[in-house]
Nanobody
Framework: DVQLQASGGGLVQAGGSLRLSCAASGFTFDDYTIGWFRQAPGKEREGVSCISSSDGSTHYADAVKGRFTISSDNAKNTVYLQMSNLKAEDTAVYYC????????????????WGQGTQVTVSS
């Protein structure tokens, strides 16, 4: 079975840091791009960052550039999202997804999704 297990969310003060993990299983990890998305209450799911497991190329949304870093441990089939200098507007449920596309920030392009992990930033 295909599984994406997102974890690492929590409550943090503004300016703090969190590291999210996305553990994948049930598919050929190296063939997929893993993306992080977030969805705040009343808003659409938006792309945050993605990484190609084949060559390690990364992409970031403008809102998180310079604050978030995505990385991949292919030996563990796990992608991490290091989030620093967190702001109140980063509060959302964070999801990881997998797509065969080389790069995409469109949720509809993603084939598999994890269950989401809540990130709450207090100001």
């Amino acid at each position: 079975d295909v599984q994406l297990q997102a974890s690492g969310g929590g409550l943090v003060q503004a300016g703090g840091s969190l590291r999210l993990s996305c553990a994948a299983s049930g598919f050929t990890f190296d063939d997929y791009t893993i993306g992080w998305f977030r969805q705040a209450p009343g808003k659409e799911r938006e792309g945050v960052s993605c990484i190609s497991s084949s060559d390690g190329s990364t992409h970031y949304a403008d809102a998180v550039k310079g604050r978030f870093t995505i990385s991949s441990d292919n030996a563990k089939n796990t992608v991490y999202l290091q989030m620093s200098n967190l702001k109140a507007e980063d509060t959302a449920v964070y999801y990881c997804g997998a797509t065969r596309a080389y790069y995409s920030d469109l949720p509809e392009v993603y084939d598999y999704w994890g269950q989401g992990t809540q990130v709450t930033v207090s100001s």
